[in-house]
């Protein structure tokens, strides 16, 4: 079997109590989907649903199935408690 090449990548998540950032390695041609897995957020956080919440690399939204390279930080993005547009409505209101 060829050798490999591996990459190093970061995922994040942050809740309202804590937040990760967790360093790994993974092989090159590894999915967002696949680094996620591997790097073991989804125990810590087990509240994490990939088929509902948005990923992203350094902000830009991805999709799971995005091949990762070296040095990307995946990001996995909270479901929004509020509606920006209402938000700014109940701001202008005060």
């Known amino acids: 079997m060829a ?3 591996k990459i190093n ?9 804590k937040h990760s950032l967790i360093k790994l ?3 090159e041609g590894c999915t967002i ?5 591997r ?3 989804l125990l810590e956080f087990p509240e994490i649903d990939l088929m509902k919440q948005k ?3 350094f902000s830009t939204q991805k999709k799971l199935t995005d091949i990762v390279k070296e040095g990307d ?8 408690l509020v509606d920006p547009k ?4 109940r701001r202008v209101k005060k």
Not at 86 to 89: D, F
């Open 3 to 5: 050798n490999v090449k």
């Open 9 to 17: 990548v970061e995922v994040a998540y942050a809740d309202v109590n």
């Open 25 to 27: 390695v993974v092989e």
């Open 33 to 37: 989907e696949l680094a996620i897995d």
């Open 39 to 41: 790097s073991g957020i």
């Open 55 to 57: 990923v992203g690399i």
């Open 73 to 80: 930080r995946i990001e996995i993005y909270r479901p929004l």
């Open 86 to 89: 209402e938000a700014r409505k």
